[in-house]
């Protein structure tokens, strides 16, 4: 698995020439810009100074290149030149069949699994319990999520000399060794340095008027 996390961004990166190569944003979330923020850093190092930014976005509401014009406006308000925006129109799609017997294997969506976290879930205060059926549904629609963003990683971005992937805070209803697996789908067929950032939603960035 090659995974960097965010806080060693500044360690040494084997990856292609960066002359010829992108960093690549997977932009999911306004978690406050540090996903924007440390790409940006990234290349005004003298290594990666000829490298361009992309941005690949989920596309909310119905339509697509309104969604693109305001990420757009976005990023020039923030003052990140990028080279391309894509909008990731199948995100929700359900991830290859090959994807889903893979984390099959893991064993870590079972009945009987689940259950025993459930049983040992510690509840925070004000928290309302959850049932068996609903644990499995949430298990199971967030495995398929990032089983798919890990395939669109491992699409567009086989040749970048770097990614930054934001990370989802997990709550108490995430197994943390099944969040592990989440990381591990979304790196696994990637040959080049990934960060994971996990943001807490602070402005890091401020933007133009």
């Known amino acids: 698995m090659n995974i960097t996390m965010?806080?060693?961004w500044s360690g040494v990166i084997s990856s292609p020439s960066p002359s010829s190569a992108t960093i690549d944003v997977y932009w999911l979330e306004d978690d406050g810009g540090l996903t924007a923020i440390l790409p940006l850093l990234r290349q005004r190092s003298s290594l990666f100074s000829k490298t361009s930014i992309r941005i690949f976005s989920r596309v909310c509401g119905p339509n697509e290149e309104e969604a693109r014009e305001q990420l757009a406006l976005?990023?020039?308000?923030?003052?990140?030149?990028?080279?391309?925006?894509?909008?990731?129109?199948?995100?929700?799609?359900?991830p290859n069949p090959v994807s889903v017997d893979w984390f099959d294997e893991l064993e870590l969506l079972t009945s009987a699994r689940t259950s025993d976290f459930l049983d040992n879930r510690e509840f925070g205060v004000g928290e309302e319990p959850i049932t068996l059926p609903e644990l499995m549904v949430h298990n199971?629609?967030?495995?398929?999520?990032?089983?798919?963003l890990g395939e669109i990683i491992a699409e567009n971005s086989s040749n970048a000399a770097a990614i930054?992937?934001?990370?989802?805070?997990?709550?108490?209803?995430?197994?943390a060794q099944l969040y592990m697996a989440w990381l591990e789908a979304l790196s696994r067929n990637i040959h080049r340095p990934i960060f994971f950032v996990r943001a807490n939603d602070d402005n890091v960035l401020?933007?133009?008027a």
């Open 6 to 8: 965010a806080y060693l």
């Open 206 to 208: 401020t933007a133009e």
């Open 140 to 148: 199971s629609s967030w495995t398929n999520y990032y089983l798919r």
């Open 74 to 94: 976005l990023m020039r308000k923030l003052r990140i030149n990028t080279s391309e925006i894509n909008m990731l129109t199948t995100l929700k799609a359900r």
């Open 164 to 175: 930054f992937v934001p990370l989802r805070i997990p709550d108490n209803n995430d197994d």
